[in-house]
Every structure is written in structure tokens, then in C-alpha cells.
């Protein structure tokens, strides 16, 4: 069975800083997906960031981007001049590619962007 | 663009009284939806996967007579929660997949807030 763990219940950020938020997952599989989705107060689910494990680059998307260590089964968002606007609940989660397409979602990670 | 709409954003009922929560693709046609809970400040749950035209596949202890999914068209799911208790009260969303697309990212509706009294 597929997991993913993210560590960080809480972290907190100042306003123009870094932050990187973590998650490991576990799979015997080869061929799989993995995402970022932000959830604000709104608790409208955003896609932040998109990996195809096959990729060796990691992925990126303005302001955010990733860490993928395939042997290592990590996935870490970082994100470059924190915004007040990205303070939300972030998952990160895991897709098997060319199966039901469920996703397994991590338990989330609340970020706090301070001014 | 990839949006997904629910309807409505939030319900109140009272017990024992049935609740029908629409998902709708806007801007393009879907032949995967699915349905998920979320407790208030816990993950996602999956509770079925919703194919356009065949029944519903449900996630292990979810109750398929509860819970009843219909998947008539390339654009609509409905979640229909039947007899519902104040321990159904939840935080309902609906995601979808686009048909033909090359990628298998899910796009979210706004989600819906069911409150059983």
C-alpha cells in the first residue's frame, strides 16, 4: 500500500523568506505522480506543483518548486518570497500513473506566512 | 482552464432527510469524478470514485446505500446522502479528471459544507 507522510503539522514563515515544507512516501511502484495542493481558508483545493516520477528534473512553477529524491521517496515544496497570500494547509500527494488515478493525500501541513 | 463547480456550497438539514450535492465540470468533460470528506483540520478522504455511465467503486467502509453516486453525463456526478445523521455532518468536495487530457491531475470543486441537525 501506498503512504505519504508530511512531518511538519505546523511551520511559519516571514513575509519575503523561504520555507520548504517536506514529505516522504512509500511505494513499490515505478510509474507514479506526485503533487502539491494548496487549500487556503476557502478550502478550495489548488494545484501548486505536478511531478512525473520518471522526470529526474525537478519541477517548478514560479515562485515554487520541488525536491524529488526518487531513491530517497521525498518530495519537498520549497517556496521563494513568501507571500501573505500562501498562507493555507498544504498537501502533498501520490498518484499511480495509468491506474484508478486515486489520489493519497498526506495529512497536510499548515503554512503561516507572517508580515 | 479546468473548472469544477458544486452546488450547493453549503446545506443544513435535519436528521433522517436526504441531501443531494451536485459536481459539475464547467469547461470540459470528465470521465472520472470523485468524492471526498474532510473533517475539520484532517486530510482528504477519499470515499468513491465516480465513472461516467457505470457505478460508482467505493472505498473500503463507505457505505454504498449511504452514500449514493450517480455519474450520468461527462459533466455531472451527484453525491446524494440519504437518511443523514448529524455524524454525516462534513466537508464534502468533488474533483474531477479531464477526458482525453495527457496528464491525470484532478481539479477540485469549491467543495460543499453539510450540516446535519
Known amino acids: 500500500a501506498q503512504t505519504v507522510t508530511q512531518s511538519q503539522p505546523e511551520m511559519s514563515v516571514q513575509e519575503a523568506e523561504t520555507v520548504t515544507l517536506s514529505c516522504t512516501y512509500d511505494t513499490s511502484e515505478n510509474n507514479y505522480y506526485l503533487f502539491w495542493y494548496k487549500q487556503p481558508p476557502s478550502r478550495q483545493m489548488i494545484l501548486v506543483i505536478r511531478q512525473e516520477a520518471y522526470k529526474q528534473q525537478n519541477a517548478t512553477e514560479n515562485r515554487f518548486s520541488v525536491n524529488f529524491q526518487k531513491a530517497a521517496k521525498s518530495f519537498s515544496l520549497k517556496i521563494s518570497d513568501s507571500q501573505l497570500g500562501d498562507t493555507a494547509m498544504y498537501f502533498c500527494a501520490f498518484m499511480i500513473s495509468g491506474a484508478t488515478n486515486k489520489l493519497i493525500f498526506g495529512t497536510g501541513t499548515l503554512l503561516a506566512v507572517q508580515p | 482552464g479546468a473548472v469544477v463547480s458544486q452546488h450547493p456550497s453549503w446545506v443544513i438539514c435535519k436528521s433522517g432527510t436526504s441531501v443531494k450535492i451536485e459536481c459539475r465540470s464547467l469547461d470540459f468533460q470528465a470521465t472520472t469524478m470523485f468524492w471526498y470528506r474532510q473533517f475539520p483540520k484532517q486530510s482528504l478522504m477519499l470515499m468513491a470514485t465516480s465513472n461516467e455511465g457505470s457505478k460508482a467503486t467505493y472505498e473500503q467502509g463507505v457505505e454504498k446505500d449511504k452514500f449514493l453516486i450517480n455519474h450520468a453525463s461527462l459533466t455531472l456526478s451527484t453525491l446524494t446522502v440519504t437518511s443523514a445523521h448529524p455524524e454525516d455532518s462534513s466537508f464534502y468536495i468533488c474533483?474531477?479528471?479531464?477526458?482525453?487530457?495527457?496528464?491525470?491531475?484532478?481539479?477540485f470543486g469549491p467543495g460543499t459544507r453539510l450540516t446535519v441537525l
Open positions: 474533483s474531477a479528471i479531464k477526458v482525453a487530457a495527457n496528464t491525470d491531475t484532478q481539479y
